[in-house]
Each structure stands twice: as C-alpha cells, then as structure tokens.
C-alpha cells in the first residue's frame, strides 16, 4: 500500500522506523522532542520513545555536535539535528575535525556512525546568514558522506540508509520543501547511497540537479518539452560519493549537459561535475558544459533579488538552448 | 608571570590509606613515561620522529593518580600532549614509540603521530589535536555510558588553554543539566603554549568555571600522584553515585616547551627550577627508600627495567616498516567499496 505524504513525514518515519529498530539509534538538537520540531519533523516521536531517545538540547550546536561524535565514537548511533545547517557552522569543527577523521586518525580503532541532519538552501526571504548551501562545503571533506534531496520516497529510504551507514553523514533537506508531497509506500524500503536517480529520459541533453532545484528543474524540463527539446534529468541526491556513472552514460546519449545547483559556482559541486564531465565524456560533448547557480553574491532580502539570485525556470531555459545553440 | 602548584594551596583530597604496592606502581609509571619521552626528544633530534611532539615532562604524577584511582572500563579522553595518558591507559612501549616514528607497527598503525593515540581495547579515546575539542566528546562518551546504564564514567582531560573555549562551556551545562558520569580534569600547566595562565582570563583559578554551572569542582596539587589519586578517588564516587560532573583543576608543570619547537622562553629558569625541585619522581623515589617501601637495589631494578623497556622500543620502532602506499586508502571510510576520486 502507498500513500501520499509529506518530506517532514517520510523523514519521520525513517528515524522512528530505525529507532525501533535499534535501540542504539537517538535524536538530538534545538526543539526535536517537546516543541515537536521547529518544522514538525519529529512531531511525536518525544511520546513513543521518551525523554531518553529523543533529547531537546540548549542552542549550543558546537557542543552538542560534540556529544554526539563523542557518542558514536562510544557504540550509539546518534541523529544530530540542526535547527539549519546554517547554525550547523558552529559545530563544522566537531563535523570536519572528528567525525570525518575519527576512522582515519584511530586507524580503524574507532568510527563514528553519526548522521547530522537539517535543511539546507534558501528558503523565502531569509536574508544572508539564513540561506545557504553546504554540500560543497561538507563533501570536500574526505570521512564524511553527504546527501541532499527532498523526494519523499527517495529521503524515507536514504535516511533509512543513512542511519544504519555506519560512516558519518551529513543530510541536507529543505526547509520551504518540507510540505513537499511524494508517493511512499507503507511497506519497508531502502535507497542506496551513492546512486542517482534518473527522473525522467530524454534525448537533446542532460540536466543535472538536487534538493529542491529539482522543483525548477522539472519545470523547466516541462516547458522545454512543449518546445520539441526532450531533456533527461538526473537527481543526484548523493553528492559524496558523487554517481559520476549516470552523468557521463547520459552525457554520451545527450552530448549535452547543464547542471543546476543552488549553491555558489566557486568550487562547488557543478564545478565538480563539470570536471568529471570533461574527462569521462570529452569526445561525446557537443557543446561546453554550462551551471546554472545562485549568483556568486550575499543573498539579501529584498524579494526581487531574491528571485534575481536563485536559478529558476527560464535561466534553466536559457541555459539549455545555449547549449543547443538556440536562440532564447 | 608565575602560574604555580605551590602559591596558592591546593586541596589534595580526602586522605585515604595508599598501599606500598600503589606507591611502587606510581613510581614505575611516571618513570616509564618520563623516560619514554626523554628518549623519544633525542630521537625527535635524530629526526627518526617528525611533526608535532609535545611531551608531557613534569605532568607524569597526573596520569599516575588517575589510574589507580578509576578502572579500565573507564574511559579517557584528552588532547596532544597525551603519550604519558596513553601509556598510563595500557599502550604499549613499543605501539606508542612506532607510532612516534609512523610505523605501521604503531599503536594506530603509524597514521595518527605523536598527538593521536587511540586504543579501543584500553577505552582510551585518543589525542585530539584541536584544542577544547574533545571537551564535549568526552560528554558525549559519558552520555553514552549513561545510555547503556553502567556505572563507567569518562575522564575528559584538557590544558589551561583549552579552558578558554566555548567548546567547554557548552559541554559543562549540558553535561550538569544531564547529570553525565563525566569526570572533568584540568592539567594547568600555567601556559597555553606561550601565554600564561594570568594573561587568558580574568579568572586564573580555573577550578572555579564550574562554579557557573553548579559543578562540583576543586584545585589539586598535581606534583602529587597522592593527591591527584585521592581528588579524583573522592570526584569518582561523587560521579557514579549518579550525581553528575565533578571537575578538576590539576595544577601541574611542564619543564619543556610547548612542543619540541618551543624553547620555552617566556618563563624565568627560578620557576623551573622550583617545579623540578619538587619532580614528582624524585620526591616519591626519595619516599620510597626513606619510608623503607623499597630498597636502592629495587630502585635500580626498576630504573634497569625501564631502561630496557625504552631500549626495546626504539630497537622495535626502528626494525619496524613503515605503512605501505595502499594503505592511504584504508581507514577513511567503514564501506569497503567507497569509490575515492584519483
């Protein structure tokens, strides 16, 4: 039996699925267990598993990222909620210093099977310090493995997978995404990490996006199909480790690539895909690879810059028919 | 600028009953620490060990009371300066000295250096290197005790230094609002790197930050392996009575720098030499033979022993290869699959 339910429920239910299944698994962070969440997404979980397993902490991210690598390191499986992973800079030195190089450091004498968790990306007009992207960030970092999506069915079992992973994972979600709707079933499932997913097939070129740029991505694949340009688009939901597999067979389909990522151009994850496009698909390319980020600025509040900084529809548009030598 | 042990006095704990037995362990281990380190200064200057090294010269009688006075089902955590800990925990001479050198024969396989050491096996929780950090990890170790219900608790070791972060307040309020089985020590050797203890806070007592947060806390003579075991003896019981935290400061010395690099020049010889005058080794050797708990010929034994111990480890260190090539792509991630970017 499927059903339709939201992002914040599928994530739900994959943490409340795993906690019943090990004990060994809990919440933390700002607001998770008697507010319910500060997007809902643990919404009753404080009453099935209790003060012990589901654990309101002070707002004070570097030290509570502390306990819980401190934790994973001592046998628990911890889930560390951040409030945004904007607020999750504070503890970025528990993130990169320990969880990703506890393995490596102990030479295997000691993991830290953590998943840190919480939305990512711009979300209305919240301004500067509320609206940014980590993946890059995080997924430069060797030790750590880093997700981001919003597809229900796809997050429901990525966090199942996720949880029981037993490396350290960042888990970026979205948080103007989390009433997102999406066909889960009741029944249990996992996705593995690592692989993209190929939502839709196509033949004139390849769009390569995640998280909630998928939204604009699909759209802009809609439109593009009225115009007689049928586009595959892949979603990455993984970005470390990166499925460069599906990118470049598409690509050698296609010939032709855009990448649309919310985050910054400099050094981020387009950056990377272009690279990888461009040594495993040289030959096949007819046209260069091109991104479509947000604009290598501050986002500011104002709403006509806000839609001025972030990809959308017709900037896809246009990228796609630069590569297609179309006039836009 | 003289941070110091013997100015402002130090509690040194409920009195309790220390056998002949405990007092001759004590001695052996720091004297194996201290030796252990002096030899692998001169290999540092051989260049046989390269990176960072900061020994833990002077500080012995901190590791010493610790462990006789908790169990090795107890955890510890600490920072860098951690080869007198490690050692203390149960690490081998010969895995701590191959590790210095980074051989794969070394206690983490020649991949962590001088400033990590971990042994699961010994519940030692390794040298963190960034300082402060492993503050709440040691919470967290503790939370995890507290989680499984046993009466374990985790000794989390920090410097003066380290006393300055934010990462420590954080881990003392949630660790006192959770009521952890944490064991908070300080080992204030008066300088964090080069700047004294005075110079970082308007509150020099570093004991009394846990004042702030409803912690039991106290200042120990840390020269003292008595001391230090019967402050922490009396902290221990506190902690596993389910009471929660109770922090330390352990007003100790280093005689070198800061690390080998660090000629330790902002302090005056007069100060060294009044912590050397009261070197935990020597006075307790002195104790020993005073107190009839050990003849000279005893003494010699063990000293003969030690030396052959360190002699050992170095002759092991160096016999012992260094990590294959392939091994840079061990240990990074538990998923034997992972596919690396090359």
């Known amino acids: ?301 104002a709403p006509t810059l806000v839609s001025e900084y972030l990809p959308n529809p017709r900037k896809i548009i246009q990228a796609v028919k630069s590569v297609m030598y179309q006039k836009a | 600028m003289a941070p110091v042990a013997t100015k402002k006095k130090a509690k040194s704990g409920n009195k309790s009953k220390v056998s002949k037995k405990t007092y001759l362990e004590w001695y052996t281990l720091m004297l194996r620490i201290r030796k252990f380190e002096e030899r692998a200064l001169m290999m540092y200057g051989q260049q046989k060990i390269r990176g960072f090294c900061h020994v833990y010269i002077g500080q012995e009688a901190v590791a010493a009371g610790i462990e006789s006075a908790i169990t090795k089902d107890d955890c510890i955590v600490t920072a860098y300066r951690q080869h007198g800990i490690a050692i203390g925990r149960g690490v081998s001479s010969d895995a701590a000295m191959a590790e210095l050198y980074g051989k794969e024969t070394g206690v983490n396989k020649g991949k962590g250096g001088s400033m990590h050491f971990f042994s699961k096996e010994h519940n030692y929780f390794g040298g963190n290197g960034i300082v402060g950090a492993q503050i709440p990890i040691g919470a967290g170790i503790a939370f995890a005790e507290k989680y499984r219900d046993t009466k374990n608790l985790c000794v989390t070791m920090f410097g003066d230094g380290a006393a300055r972060q934010g990462a420590l307040h954080e881990a003392f309020n949630m660790s006192m609002a959770w009521k952890l089985p944490v064991l908070y020590i300080c080992e204030n050797n008066g300088y964090a790197m080069g700047t004294s203890v005075e110079r970082t806070s308007n509150v020099p007592d570093i004991y009394k930050l846990g004042l702030g947060y409803e912690m039991p806390c106290e200042a120990v003579d840390g020269m003292d392996p008595e001391a230090v075991h019967n402050a922490i003896s009396k902290a221990a019981a506190h902690i596993r009575a389910g009471k929660g935290p109770y922090f330390l400061e352990i007003k100790t010395y280093r005689y070198k720098g800061h690390s080998v690099s660090d000629p330790g020049k902002y302090r005056s010889k007069d100060e060294v030499k009044e912590y050397k005058d009261r070197d935990p080794i020597n006075v307790l050797e002195k104790k020993l033979i005073k107190e009839k708990m050990a003849t000279e010929a005893a003494i010699k034994k063990i000293k003969d022993a030690v030396k052959a111990e360190v002699d050992q480890a170095v002759k092991f260190a160096e016999e012992s290869s260094f990590p294959d090539a392939s091994e840079l792509y061990t240990d990074n991630y538990l998923q034997d699959d992972y596919p690396f970017l090359t």
């Not at chain 1, 007819?286 to 947000?294: G, I, K, M």
């Open chain 1, 1 to 301: 039996m499927s059903r339709e339910i939201q992002l914040r429920d599928a994530i739900r239910e994959a943490m409340s699925e795993e906690m019943r299944r090990d004990e060994s698994v809990f919440l933390m962070g700002e607001e998770v267990a008697e507010y319910n969440g500060a997007y809902k997404v643990s919404k009753g979980m404080l009453d099935e598993f209790g003060a012990k397993r589901v654990i309101d902490t002070p707002i004070a991210e570097l030290g509570f990222a502390g306990i819980g690598v401190g934790a994973a390191m001592n046998g628990l499986k911890p889930i560390v909620e951040f409030m945004t992973w904007n607020f999750a800079v504070l503890a970025f030195d528990q993130i990169v210093n320990n969880a990703a190089k506890t393995l490596s450091q102990s030479a295997g004498a000691f993991s830290c099977p953590i998943v840190f968790r919480g939305p990512s990306g711009s979300a209305g007009q919240l301004a500067q310090q509320h609206s940014q992207t980590f993946e890059a960030w995080l997924a430069n970092c060797p030790g750590l493995k880093v997700i981001s999506c919003i597809d229900p069915y796809d997050t429901k079992g990525l966090m199942k997978s996720a949880i029981r992973d037993n490396d350290p994972i960042c888990f970026m979600e979205s948080e103007s995404s989390y009433g997102f709707t999406g066909i889960v079933p009741e029944e249990e499932y996992l996705i593995p990490i690592g692989k993209a997913a190929i939502r839709r097939e196509g033949t004139d070129v390849t769009l390569v996006s995640f998280n909630k740029m998928m939204i604009e991505v699909n759209t802009a694949a809609d439109e593009l199909a009225k115009e007689g340009i049928s586009a595959e688009v892949i979603d990455l939901r993984t970005i470390r480790p990166l499925d460069h597999h599906t990118i470049v067979e598409s690509v050698k389909k296609t010939n032709r690539i855009v990448v649309v990522d919310e985050s910054w151009p400099f050094a981020g994850v387009s950056a990377e895909i272009a690279y990888e496009v461009q040594k495993y698909a040289f030959d096949y390319l007819d046209a260069p690879v091109v991104r479509v980020n947000s604009a290598d600025v501050s986002l500011p509040y």
